[in-house]
C-alpha cells in the first residue's frame, strides 16, 4: 500500500525539541524528494521544508531555517524533521508530503500523510 | 519571495452551481501552480497540476487554467463532496509556497 505514516508530534515546552519521522511504503522511496507542510490550528497550509531524492539538498522556509533540520534514510525508506528551539507559532499538524520532480517532471506534492500534531506550550 | 494571494477567503454556494477561486502571483511563474482540496480532518489532495493538467482520479468538473501570474480553478457544477477548502501551491526555484486558501460553503 502506498503511503506515508507520521508519527513523533505531542506536547513539548518553548525552547525545547521535538523529532518528527515520516515512514514510507508501497513506493521506490529513493527516487522521490520528501517534504514536510504544516498547519496551524484553523490556519492555512505552510510549505516548512524540502530534502532532495538523494538527500544532496534541503530547502526551508524563512519561519523555520536554523532551527528545523530535515533529513532522510533511504535504507529504512524514512524522512526526519529536527524541530530545535521550538515556539508557541510552531504548533501545529505536521504533514510529510512526496514530490514527483523526478518521475514526472512536475514537483507538486502527490501523496501525503495523515499528519502529526505538534502542541508548543508551557 | 513569490507570494501567492487567493480569493476569495469564503465562497457560499449551492449544489449545482459554477464556482471560480482565483489564485494571483506576485511574479509570473509560468505554469508552475497546482490546486489542492483539503476536508476537515484530512490531508491535502491534489486536484490539478501545472496549472490545467487534472490530476488522475478526479473528476472532470475541476478544471484549472491559466499562467504567468493569474490562474483559476473553476468547478463546473458543484457537488456535496466538493464543500471544502481550496489551496493553491506554486512551486520553482526550489521553493513551495501555498496561497491562503478559500473555503467554499454551502449556501
Known amino acids: 500500500q502506498v503511503q506515508l505514516v507520521e508519527s513523533g508530534g505531542g506536547v513539548v515546552q518553548p525552547g525545547r525539541s521535538l523529532k518528527l519521522s515520516c515512514a514510507a511504503s508501497g513506493f521506490t522511496f529513493r527516487t522521490y524528494g520528501m517534504h514536510w507542510v504544516r498547519q496551524a490550528p484553523d490556519k492555512g497550509l505552510e510549505w516548512v521544508a524540502g530534502?532532495?531524492?538523494?538527500?544532496?539538498?534541503?530547502k526551508y522556509a524563512d519561519s523555520v531555517k536554523g532551527r528545523f533540520t530535515i533529513s532522510r534514510d533511504n535504507s529504512n525508506n524514512r524522512v526526519l524533521l529536527q524541530l530545535d528551539s521550538l515556539r508557541g507559532d510552531d504548533t501545529a499538524i505536521y504533514y510529510c508530503?512526496?514530490?514527483?520532480?523526478?518521475?514526472?517532471?512536475?514537483?507538486?506534492?502527490?501523496?501525503w500523510g495523515q499528519g502529526t500534531l505538534v502542541t508548543v506550550s508551557s | 519571495d513569490i507570494q501567492m494571494t487567493q480569493s476569495p477567503s469564503t465562497l457560499s454556494a449551492s449544489v449545482g452551481d459554477r464556482v471560480t477561486i482565483t489564485c494571483r502571483a506576485s511574479?509570473?511563474?509560468?505554469?508552475?501552480l497546482a490546486w489542492y482540496q483539503q476536508k476537515p480532518g484530512k490531508a491535502p489532495k491534489v486536484l490539478i497540476y501545472?496549472?490545467?493538467t487534472l490530476e488522475s482520479g478526479v473528476p472532470s468538473r475541476f478544471s484549472g487554467s491559466g499562467s504567468g501570474t493569474e490562474f483559476t480553478l473553476t468547478i463546473s457544477s458543484l457537488q456535496p463532496d466538493d464543500f471544502a477548502t481550496y489551496f493553491c501551491q506554486y512551486y520553482s526555484s526550489y521553493l513551495w509556497t501555498f496561497g491562503q486558501g478559500t473555503k467554499v460553503e454551502i449556501k
Open positions: 511574479q509570473s511563474i509560468s505554469s508552475w
Open positions: 530534502i532532495w531524492f538523494d538527500g544532496s539538498n534541503q
Open positions: 508530503a512526496r514530490d514527483r520532480c523526478i518521475s514526472h517532471g512536475d514537483c507538486s506534492f502527490d501523496l
Open positions: 501545472k496549472a490545467s
